[in-house]
C-alpha cells in the first residue's frame, strides 16, 4: 500500500491533540482562545481583559436602596511563546500519520506540554485556601477539607478537579487500596494517572510537574504585628511591625480577628480569612502585599466589617522556611489559560495553524539549502492568570 504525503494541516491537528492528551491540569481549567487576532496574528504582549462577576448585597424593608455596578475585570497578558524546533526530511513525511506521530510529534509535544503545563501551575501560588497538613501523609480527610473549601467558596458542584503530586498519590492510594473501585477507573490509573472518582471531586490526576517551594524565614509565629488597621475596600498591604524576619511569594498568613463572612449573606463565619504574600518581604517594619484585597463592605465584601485591626498577631503557616508540597483542589473557572494566533509567514511551502479546544498551535517548514535539510518550528503563544483564586485550594502534606 503506498504512502500518502503528510500535509501541514494534518500534522498540526496531530500534534494539537498529542499535547491536550498531555496537559491535565490546563486540560481541566478555564481556556480561551481569542479570536479577535486570528486573521492578521497576535502580538507578544496582546492583552485580554476577563470580566469578573458582579456581586451585589441584599436590601431588606421596602426603600430603595440601588447599588452602583462597578465591573472588575482581570488583565491577562499573552506574552509567552514557546515552541519545538525539528529537522525532518520530505521522505519523512511520506510515513503514515500514525507513524509521524509515533517517531516525532509524540516526544516534540510531550516535552513541549511539560514546560507550558510547568509555567501554568506557577499559579498554584496565588491560592491563599489551604489545608495545613504539613509534616504528615495527605488523607482522604485534607482532600475533603479543600473540597469544604471550595463549597464555602460556592464553587459549582461540577468541574471540581484535584491534581496531586507523585507522593501524595502514593500516599492517598496506599491509604484507600482496600476500597472497591471500578474496573474502568483502575485502568486509567494505571494508563493515565488517573487516581479516580471521589471526595466530591469530578477528576482525580497525578501530577509531577507539582513543584514544592519554600517559605520564608519567618516562624508560624511570627512575631509580626500589624501597625495599623486595615478597613478600606481593595486594600492588598497590611502594615506590619516587630520582627525581622522575611516572608516568600506564595506563604499563607493570617490576621487574629480577621474572619472571612459567607459570600453572600456576608455573616461571619467564624474562621479566619487565609491570605496569600504576593511580593517578597525582606523584613522589619513595612507592608506586606496579600491577596485576596481586603473588602469590609459591599457585595465584595470578604472579611468582616472590621478588617485586619491594629495591633493584631500575624500567623504563619509552616514554620521558618518550610516546605510546601502542594496539591491543588479547583473548580474550572479559578484559573484561566489563554492562547492566541500567530502570524502564517508567507513564502514557505509548508505552514498551517489549527485551534483545538481553545489551544492554537502553528506549524512552518522551510528549506535549508546550505545544509540540505528541512527545519521545522512548532509555536504556541499564551498567558495564564488565576482569575478566581477562593475557587481553589492548595493541600499542604509530608
Known sequence: MSNTILT?????????????????????????????????????GSTLQIRNPNQFTVRTGKILAAQDVGELSTALTMGTQKGVDVNFSSAELTLSLDDFADRILEPAMAVLASNIEADALNMANDVYNTVNGLGSAITLNKCLQARKMLVDNLAPGSQRTLLINTQDNLDLVDSLKGLFQDSTQISKQYREGKVGTTAGFGDIYENTLLTSSTTGTALAT?????????????????????????????????????????????????????????????????????????????????????????????????????????????????????????????????????????????????????NDAFPCRIDMLYGYKTIRAQLAARILSN
Not at 234 to 241: E, L
Not at 273 to 295: D, E, L
Not at 343 to 349: A, F, R, T
Open 222 to 370: 511570627t512575631g509580626y504585628t500589624t501597625s495599623s488597621a486595615v478597613t478600606a475596600n481593595g486594600s492588598t498591604a497590611v502594615p506590619v511591625t516587630g520582627a525581622a524576619t522575611t516572608f516568600a511569594v506564595g506563604d499563607v498568613v493570617t490576621f487574629v480577628g480577621c474572619n472571612r463572612v459567607h459570600p453572600e449573606t456576608k455573616t461571619d463565619t467564624g474562621v479566619l480569612q487565609q491570605f496569600v504574600v504576593t511580593a517578597a518581604y525582606a523584613g522589619g517594619a513595612g507592608s506586606i502585599s496579600v491577596s485576596p484585597a481586603i473588602y469590609t463592605t459591599t457585595g465584595r465584601q470578604n472579611v468582616v466589617a472590621a478588617g485586619i485591626a491594629n495591633g493584631v498577631a500575624v500567623v504563619k503557616v509552616g514554620g521558618a522556611s518550610a516546605v510546601y508540597k502542594p496539591s491543588l483542589a479547583y473548580h474550572k473557572d479559578a484559573f484561566a489559560f489563554v492562547t492566541a494566533d500567530l502570524l502564517l509567514p508567507n513564502g514557505v511551502d509548508f505552514k498551517a495553524r489549527e485551534v483545538y479546544d481553545g489551544l492554537s498551535m502553528r506549524i512552518v517548514r522551510a528549506y535549508d539549502i546550505n
Open 8 to 44: 501541514p494541516t494534518a500534522v498540526t491537528r496531530k500534534a494539537l491533540a498529542i499535547l491536550h492528551q498531555k496537559l491535565s491540569f490546563i486540560g481541566s481549567i478555564n481556556r480561551q482562545y481569542d479570536d479577535s487576532f486570528a486573521n492578521a496574528g497576535a502580538k507578544i
